[in-house]
């Protein structure tokens, strides 16, 4: 009967270690997929570019040569590629850009989102028109075309400006040409310092039968844009963008 007992004991320790051992490898596995996410998806987020700059907006004045509003432009380009390794067939449904939020605010003005323009000229306007309320959605297609906000279903760049409006403004009569550049806000006698910011935003690719988001956080504007005029940077490191399926 003793012997019994103990037969018992050991084999309910031994489900209770199994259970344990269980339980540990989905937990690592879990914590593994929440820090290192996807390894093998069908499209990968290969490259960020960052053009920092600047430019001013004439405003109406009859009595003035120039009289300007100067606003700070950050424009974003995300390419996405189709991954090599991923021997399935797979086609891009959309790509969205959404839940932009302030992370650190500028000293001096503040950011707002533009999707790219859809009429003939420069590719952004910062008008209300073009302003992102919500989200930005680029649909699947044949190829990219950025003004009808399509991107390629195989792989493509999308583009979107943060842009940090009404820094300040400029009237003068003296000067004979505007260089329409970062340089353009030393005459606001402010600092880099005081328009840097950091800015948070998730990026979801959709596919016929799955989807994968990541959250990107950015630092802007990048550079010294102030002695530059216009800075660039392309970001090819992605281990700080985690994709996962939701």
């Known amino acids: 009967?003793?012997?019994?007992?103990?037969?018992?004991?050991?084999?309910?320790?031994?489900?209770?270690?199994?259970?344990?051992?269980?339980?540990?490898?989905?937990?690592?596995?879990?914590?593994?997929?929440?820090?290192?996410?996807?390894?093998?998806?069908?499209?990968?987020?290969?490259?960020?570019?960052?053009?920092?700059?600047?430019?001013?907006?004439?405003?109406?004045?009859?009595?003035?040569?120039?009289?300007?509003?100067?606003?700070?432009?950050?424009?974003?380009?995300?390419?996405?590629?189709?991954?090599?390794?991923?021997?399935?067939?797979?086609?891009?449904?959309?790509?969205?850009?959404?839940?932009?939020?302030?992370?650190?605010?500028?000293?001096?003005?503040?950011?707002?989102?533009?999707?790219?323009?859809?009429?003939?000229?420069?590719?952004?306007?910062?008008?209300?028109?073009?302003?992102?309320?919500?989200?930005?959605?680029y649909r699947g297609a044949g190829k990219t075309n950025l003004k009808n906000l399509e991107i390629s279903n195989q792989g493509g760049t999308i583009q979107l400006r943060v842009a940090n409006e009404h820094i300040g403004e400029y009237i003068s009569n003296e000067e004979e040409q505007i260089i329409h550049d970062g340089t353009l806000i030393q005459k606001l006698d402010l600092t880099n310092e005081q328009l840097k910011g950091k800015i948070s935003f998730d990026l979801t690719i959709k596919l016929e039968d799955k989807a994968f988001k990541a959250n990107i956080i950015l630092e802007l504007p990048y550079g010294d844009i102030l002695t530059e005029g216009t800075t660039s940077i392309e970001k090819t490191n992605m281990d700080d963008i985690i994709f996962k399926r939701v």
């Open 1 to 137: 009967m003793e012997e019994e007992k103990k037969k018992k004991v050991v084999h309910i320790s031994v489900i209770i270690c199994m259970a344990i051992m269980l339980v540990s490898v989905v937990g690592l596995i879990m914590l593994k997929y929440e820090v290192e996410g996807e390894k093998n998806m069908p499209f990968t987020l290969s490259k960020i570019m960052i053009v920092s700059t600047a430019e001013g907006m004439q405003n109406a004045d009859e009595e003035n040569k120039w009289n300007f509003q100067i606003m700070q432009n950050n424009d974003l380009y995300f390419i996405i590629q189709k991954n090599e390794n991923y021997k399935k067939e797979a086609k891009i449904e959309k790509v969205i850009l959404d839940n932009f939020q302030m992370i650190e605010n500028p000293q001096v003005g503040s950011f707002k989102e533009y999707m790219p323009n859809s009429t003939e000229g420069r590719t952004f306007l910062n008008t209300e028109e073009f302003l992102i309320e919500d989200k930005l959605e």
